[in-house]
């Protein structure tokens, strides 16, 4: 069994930044790709930022130069670090990663709980 918990987020001024960590655990083998997605009242689920195993990274037009995605790969982890943020960027935020377990082998997407990031004064 695999699971994705995230934690770090939270009410934060325009402007302010805020960090966002999702840890993996479990049955393991390989992490292919984690990324960051979010999902506004009212709107689709959107891809924010994702990271590949070998390091490439792909961010939404929206953010790129504020947010920046990292990972610990010792630790199964992927960060968001999110600057200048903006109330647009209010949401509730989900980690995605795509995993081969090494038992049953097998090939998943799978998703975090979410965590709250609002951006107000």
């Known amino acids: 069994q695999v699971q994705l918990v995230e934690s770090g987020g939270g009410l934060v001024q325009p402007g302010g930044s805020l960090r966002l960590s999702c840890a993996a655990s479990?049955?393991?083998?390989?992490?292919?790709?984690m990324g960051w997605y979010r999902q506004a009242p009212g709107k689709q689920r959107e891809l924010v930022a994702s990271?590949?195993?070998?390091?490439?990274?792909n961010y939404a037009d929206s953010v790129k130069g504020r947010f920046t995605i990292s990972t610990d790969n010792a630790k199964n982890t992927v960060y968001l670090q999110m600057n200048s943020l903006k109330p647009e960027d209010t949401a509730a935020y989900y980690c995605?990663?795509?995993?081969?377990?090494?038992?049953?082998?097998?090939?998943?997407?799978?998703w975090g709980q979410g965590t709250q990031v609002t951006v107000s004064s």
């Open positions: 995605n990663a795509d995993i081969i377990r090494n038992w049953p082998i097998s090939r998943n997407d799978y």
């Open positions: 990271i590949s195993s070998g390091g490439s990274t």
């Open positions: 479990g049955t393991i083998l390989r992490i292919n790709v």
